[in-house]
């Protein structure tokens, strides 16, 4: 159990264009998922809460406007980039936990395998 | 802001020798994950400890929390080349915080 899928997992796309990316729960619904941007050979990075059915909540410094957020079901979120640029080039992630929380008291994540965007 | 401190950030190793991963924090978490991750793949969730002095063991690795539940430790004993990889530490406070990582390396 506690599955979680993204899709792609790899993408390509120019400068300029927005891409979607989507993270679904395959075996559970999940009113909460996260979405975390990777730089290589570093730590997570939280970009956002993503709650089911109302807005996202954005960490200190992410551009809510660049990074668009929308988790219309309890088994998928989809991240947006707009206007990707080079910079914007990561490893993003997205994750989300368990109904019953795994471990009593505890915020148990089940990451996606991620998506590698690359913006040329 | 809490904060999770992990060290060594690197460790290259020899196939058959033990090892110690460190998590520190001033703050007290109500449990605190370890995670594994793969070049490519997203994070696999290894153990969740929650009581302070809590230890926990998966096979060759062992798992300690802080008694007073600010700290935590991965220690490996005779390591693989398939342990490579970088391990995370993640504590649940407010949200979950994550350590910087340390990038394991055993080599054959």
């Known amino acids: 159990g506690a599955v979680v899928s993204q899709h792609p997992s790899r993408v390509i796309c120019k400068s300029g264009t927005s891409v979607k990316i989507e993270c679904r729960s395959l075996?559970?619904?999940?009113?909460?998922m996260f979405w975390y941007r990777q730089f290589p050979k570093q730590s997570l990075m939280l970009m956002a809460t993503?709650?089911?059915?109302?807005?996202?909540?954005?960490e200190q410094g992410v551009e809510k406007d660049k990074f668009l957020i929308n988790h219309a079901s309890l088994t998928l979120s989809t991240l947006t980039v707009t206007s990707a640029h080079p910079e914007d080039s990561s490893f993003y992630i997205c994750?989300?936990?368990?109904?019953?929380?795994?471990?009593?008291?505890?915020?148990?994540?089940?990451f996606g395998p991620g998506t590698r965007l690359t913006v040329t | 802001t809490q904060l999770l401190e992990q060290s060594p950030q690197f460790l290259s190793i020899q196939e058959g020798e033990n090892l110690t991963v460190y998590c520190n924090s001033s703050s007290v978490f109500s449990s605190l994950q370890w995670y594994r991750q793969e070049p490519g793949e997203g994070p696999v969730l290894l153990v969740t400890?929650?009581?302070?002095?809590e230890v926990k063991k998966l096979k060759r690795l062992t798992f300690q929390f802080g008694d007073a539940r600010k700290d935590s430790s991965l220690h490996i004993t005779a390591a693989q080349p398939g342990d490579t990889g970088l391990y995370l530490c993640?504590?649940?406070?407010?949200?979950?915080?994550f350590g910087a990582g340390t990038i394991l390396r055993v080599k054959s």
């Open positions: 994750s989300a936990t368990l109904p019953s929380g795994g471990v009593a008291g505890t915020l148990e994540q089940y």
């Open positions: 993640a504590g649940h406070g407010n949200k979950l915080v």
């Open positions: 993503s709650n089911e059915g109302s807005k996202a909540t954005y």
């Open positions: 075996d559970f619904q999940a009113t909460t």
């Open positions: 400890v929650v009581t302070g002095g």
